[in-house]
């Protein structure tokens, strides 16, 4: 995976979220200890480039368990963030179609590069790089603290069939 940046720093405004919290749970289905995003801060739709932050706090779940002692944020939660970068991006211009819910797909080529802890910013950045309507998409993404590249890989996300998970009866046309 190339370490090229997807995006460059100078284009993020931290000071400016284009999607708050609440802004982002229209588009994502998680809540409680899975909401996994603070704020998305830049949303291109020319490039296909998402970008937003998870601020790292002692009342994440994980804390506790994940070491004790020695906090550090669990490598599948970062790609839960980077899965819900993607997947508001998705929902948010309507990639998959009237899809609900995007779940996750696969994961390529992830690498953990350094440690995330408590009172860190973990800096997401994801770029669509093919979708099919309806199906499924597939995004680079890149996690950062401090500026350093702390992970990095792919990410599928696929359109769940949320009437079958449910049991809820398909919606009329």
Not at 48 to 69: L, N, S
Not at 70 to 82: H, K, N, R, S, T
Not at 92 to 98: A, D, I, N, S, T
Request: overall charge negative; some cysteine; proline content about 5%.
């Amino acid at each position: 995976m190339s370490k090229e940046l997807l995006l460059d720093w100078s284009e993020i405004d931290f000071d400016h979220a284009v999607a708050n919290l609440d802004e982002i749970r229209k588009y994502n289905p998680q809540r409680y200890e899975m909401e996994q995003l603070t704020a998305i801060c830049f949303d291109d739709v020319e490039r296909m480039i998402c970008a937003g932050y998870k601020d790292i706090t002692d009342q994440e779940f994980w804390v506790r368990g994940h070491m004790p002692g020695m906090p550090l944020m669990p490598g599948v939660i970062i790609c839960e963030c980077a899965a819900q970068m993607c997947s508001y991006y998705a929902h948010k211009h309507k990639l998959l179609g009237e899809s609900k819910v995007v779940g996750f797909g696969g994961l390529e080529d992830v690498r953990f590069r350094d440690p995330v802890r408590v009172g860190d910013r973990l800096v997401v950045v994801c770029q669509l790089i093919k979708v099919r309507v309806g199906a499924i998409i597939v995004c680079r993404f890149q996690a950062f603290v401090n500026q350093g590249l702390v992970a990095d890989g792919r990410i599928k996300g696929v359109a769940l069939p949320v009437e079958a998970l449910t049991g809820a009866p398909p919606a009329s046309s």
